[in-house]
């Protein structure tokens, strides 16, 4: 699956997303590139102030989540406030409500459920300062990753267990 790119997949009618990656809401090039890129392991999209590395991640999120059924991923932020204040409203914001099943979805827990029809996998969204324990994921996003230390990330790594 790493092989072929996102664009072959929704091109070729293999996979129905319910967004549109170009236009909503607009995209620039190197978002576009960024949300496609289904070859690349770990990645990352830098940039200053408003070039859309938020809303580019929270696409990712939702992609990943539909591409890879049944999987659970990890949105997060070094301090939870701002992952909720900033970044879990811009995710709200883009995922389609539809997509969502409210019976697994729980803010107050930090998970959000898709329906079946649209993988059924799990996103959990927390901050970084308390230690993860027991965690398996297939994948995981930082938003402002340059707020985390780098042990964090190794963490975050050492919870990858389901393919993506």
């Known amino acids: ?23 909503d809401p607009p995209k620039l ?19 200053g102030y408003g070039n859309g590395k938020t809303s580019a991640g929270c696409v990712k999120t939702i992609i990943l989540s539909i591409l890879f059924p049944e999987n659970q991923g990890m949105i997060c932020r070094w301090e939870g406030t701002k992952l909720r ?4 409203q811009e995710f709200f914001k ?3 409500p539809q997509i969502i099943d409210p019976k697994g979805t729980n803010a107050q827990l930090g998970t959000i459920k898709f329906k079946r029809q649209y ?3 799990t996103i959990l969204y927390q901050g970084l300062q308390d ?6 994921l297939g994948w995981f ?9 780098e042990d964090r990330f190794g963490d975050l790594i050492g919870r990858l267990r389901k393919e993506t």
């Open 1 to 23: 699956m790493r092989h072929a790119t996102l664009d072959s997949l929704t091109k070729g009618g293999v996979l129905e997303l319910p967004l549109d990656l170009e236009s």
């Open 29 to 47: 090039p190197q978002q576009i590139a960024f949300m496609e890129d289904a070859i690349h392991r770990y990645q990352a999209y830098g940039g």
């Open 85 to 88: 204040l900033s970044t879990m």
């Open 94 to 96: 883009i995922c389609p």
């Open 119 to 121: 993988g059924g996998s």
């Open 131 to 136: 230690k993860l324990v027991g965690t398996n």
């Open 141 to 149: 996003w930082i938003d402002q990753a340059e707020e985390v230390p």
